[in-house]
């Protein structure tokens, strides 16, 4: 299995998934606390619709990007570069949105989940209510993966595998909070796993600059006219001079160097322009990310999630 393919997936899934699972949780709570399990099959549905939303869009954007891959046209390669620096694009916001702002929501998601699952109840037909409220949480959550996968377009089954592996986990620890009552401290959880999904995004960056390089590099071999458009005298068309060359002591495609390319961003070839955006973003949605974590912030620490009392506070 291709490691650097899988291991972002996997972390990316299971956070998001972690995520929507708190969500779920929470409405089969209430259910429960309301006398309204009867409602639990449109929460189970919700889920499926929300799974069977995100793989159709992954189906999709995977489909066009194959297509692209394999076309003869000749703006082919440049239109298949151009959408994965906007699917990366797409995918740094949100991922970013997310870890930044989630984290900040943190202390409010149980009371806002509890407040929309209490107006469904009110109202007529309340099992399409609840059945819209997983949906939504589910296909968010999974419409995020899905463009980080996009994002990090590669052939095989490396990426599905990871993102598969992450969904189980995510159920596992789903179920070990609410049907089992086990003790799990979801901050610590969420905290570590926001620091990974910060640096897997940052390198993200890399990637996404990488495809806007190649990407006009290709309209200008198309078009000659545009050539100033390259003002690199490197191999690169727009990223400046190489800053960085390891791939003779350690390269990216081996041990340990694929390790560190998955989890940190790390690229044996780098560019004066991925530098200097790599450490622009790590250092800004970095810091806005640790402050995020304070407890003005974030609110109150919570060690433990239980059936009968579901917070996901402190993540």
Not at 15 to 36: N, T, W
Not at 63 to 81: E, F, I, K
Not at 140 to 167: C, K
């Amino acid at each position: 299995m291709d490691l650097t393919a899988a291991l972002p997936a996997f972390v990316v899934t299971l956070r998001e998934g972690v995520e929507a699972a708190l969500v779920v949780g929470i409405v089969l709570a209430c259910l429960s606390k309301a006398g309204q399990s009867r409602l639990n099959p449109w929460v189970y549905g919700g889920i499926g619709a929300g799974l069977a939303g995100s793989v159709l869009v992954g189906v999709l954007l995977g489909g066009v990007l194959t297509a692209l891959n394999q076309s003869q046209q000749r703006y082919a390669p440049m239109l298949r570069q151009a959408m994965e620096a906007g699917f990366g694009l797409v995918a740094i916001a949100l991922l970013s949105w997310m870890l930044v702002w989630m984290t900040r929501q943190a202390r409010s998601l149980k009371a806002e989940v509890e407040g929309a699952v209490t107006s469904a109840l009110q109202q007529d037909g309340a099992g399409w209510g609840v059945l819209g409220l997983i949906t939504i949480a589910v296909l968010r959550e999974g419409f995020e993966t899905v463009l980080f996968l996009a994002a990090q377009f590669q052939d095989g089954l490396a990426p599905a595998l990871g993102a598969m592996a992450g969904l189980v986990g995510a159920v596992a620890i789903g179920v070990l909070l609410f049907q089992l009552g086990v003790k799990i401290n979801l901050r610590r959880f969420f905290q570590v796993m926001g620091v990974l999904l910060l640096l897997i995004v940052s390198g993200l960056v890399i990637s996404m600059l990488r495809h806007v390089d190649l990407a006009i590099a290709a309209w200008v071999q198309l078009h000659p006219a545009w050539a100033n458009l390259c003002f690199s005298a490197g191999p690169d068309c727009v990223l400046g001079p190489q800053v960085w060359d390891a791939r003779a002591v350690l390269p990216d495609k081996k041990f340990p160097g694929v390790l560190l390319k998955a989890l940190l961003g790390y690229r044996d070839q780098l560019y004066l322009g991925q530098a200097i955006a790599y450490l622009a973003f790590l250092g800004t949605v970095g810091w806005l990310y640790f402050q995020s974590l304070s407890p003005q912030s974030a609110g109150p620490t919570a060690k433990s999630v239980r059936t009968n009392s579901p917070s996901p506070q402190g993540h």
